[in-house]
T-cell receptor
Framework: GAVVSQHPSRVICKSGTSVKIECRSL??????MFWYRQFPKQSLMLMAT?????????EQGVEKDKFLINHASLTLSTLTVTSAHPEDSSFYIC???????????FGPGTRLLVL | AQSVTQLDSHVSVSEGTPVLLRCNYS??????LFWYVQHPNKGLQLLLK??????LVKGINGFEAEFKKSETSFHLTKPSAHMSDAAEYFC???????????FGTGTRLKVLA
């Protein structure tokens, strides 16, 4: 089946630093990937749609300069949280859509804690 | 606009008894609907999907769901709950014209020994 990996699974950083999270589709090509944020005991909130070779599309209220997305290849998208603050602490989940389908396959998530 | 409503935020069942997780959708066209499961601190795993083929969809781990257009429902069922089924379940609809998902608020399933 389609597998999506995320790295790191957990990261702790100091306030003001930047953190990069990688999302990889391991056995399929994904022109489109998605980044979500999930608060404790809540549903997933879509942050942005990542498109290979073009700019990401951000949802309303998501700061594009704070959450930088790069989708440089058909199997890799990265999310960089710049100048992280404690309120950015959350569970970040990516998904990848196989190019010939509509199903999204999700990564295992990255838990970010900003001190 | 599309939306999904999960009618129960929490469901508790005894091990070996049937599971019913309810989902209603709103869509002006024939929707694509999905059920995903999330175990604690994990990503989401696809259980099953409906994409306008057979109305009764069978998924992994013994789960199935029936698409009922007249009731705008896509309820998830399993004949016999197992302890490992305890998790959060999300009903999802794909938005029209895009590949974005709209998530329900989730149902936490608890399985009692």
């Amino acid at each position: 089946g389609a597998v999506v990996s995320q790295h790191p699974s957990r990261v702790i950083c100091k306030s003001g630093t930047s953190v990069k999270i990688e999302c990889r589709s391991l056995d399929f090509q994904a022109t489109t990937m998605f980044w979500y944020r999930q608060f404790p005991k809540q549903s997933l909130m879509l942050m942005a749609t990542s498109n290979e070779g073009s700019k990401a599309t951000y949802e309303q209220g998501v700061e594009k300069d704070k959450f930088l997305i790069n989708h440089a290849s058909l199997t890799l998208s990265t999310l960089t949280v710049t100048s992280a603050h404690p309120e950015d602490s959350s569970f970040y989940i990516c998904s990848a859509r196989e190019d010939n389908g509509e199903t999204q396959y999700f990564g295992p998530g990255t838990r970010l804690l900003v001190l | 606009a599309q939306s999904v409503t999960q009618l129960d935020s929490h469901v508790s069942v005894s091990e070996g008894t049937p599971v019913l997780l309810r989902c209603n959708y709103s869509s002006s066209y024939s929707p694509s609907l999905f059920w995903y499961v999330q175990h604690p601190n994990k990503g989401l795993q696809l259980l099953l999907k409906y994409t306008s083929a057979a109305t009764l969809v069978k998924g992994i781990n013994g789960f199935e769901a029936e698409f009922k257009k007249s009731e705008t429902s896509f309820h998830l069922t399993k004949p016999s709950a197992h302890m490992s089924d305890a998790a959060e379940y999300f009903c999802v609809v794909r938005t029209s014209g895009t590949y974005k998902y709209i998530f329900g608020t989730g149902t936490r399933l608890k399985v009692l020994a």
